[in-house]
């Protein structure tokens, strides 16, 4: 019912940045929350941060100050900037969504894009 997609992944340097976005489409009725998660080998799904339907924001603790998200309610998109990137944020990010569909609440996961950050 609904699909995330995700685009923007690739290779950068450390120190340097790059731009995520997450396009939600289907029978949207109202997105509660889209949040992005990063996988590493070998370790488990992590929490990146969160935007809500009102706009409020959070993070976790190992990015704050380094990545922001926004979101174009226009177009279902959320975005994840990262400045500042380190070879530990090397993993694959996914985008999550919890949807209000037209008779029910669906979490909906993205395929991921792979991020790799070299010292």
């Known amino acids: 019912q609904v699909q995330l997609v995700e685009s923007g992944g690739g290779l950068v340097q450390a120190g340097g940045s790059l731009r995520l976005s997450c396009q939600a489409s289907?029978?949207?009725?109202?997105?509660?929350?889209m949040g992005w998660y990063r996988q590493s080998p070998g370790k488990q799904r992590e929490l990146v941060g969160t935007i809500t339907s009102t706009g409020t924001i959070n993070y976790a603790d190992y990015v704050k100050g380094r990545f922001t998200i926004s979101k174009d309610n226009a177009k279902n998109t959320m975005y994840l900037q990262m400045n500042s990137l380190k070879p530990e944020d090397t993993a694959v990010y996914y985008c999550?969504?919890?949807?209000?569909?037209?008779?029910?609440?669906?979490?909906?996961w993205g395929q991921g894009t792979q991020v790799t950050v070299s010292s």
């Open positions: 289907g029978m949207i009725f109202r997105i509660n929350v």
């Open positions: 999550n969504a919890n949807v209000r569909v037209i008779t029910s609440t669906v979490d909906s």
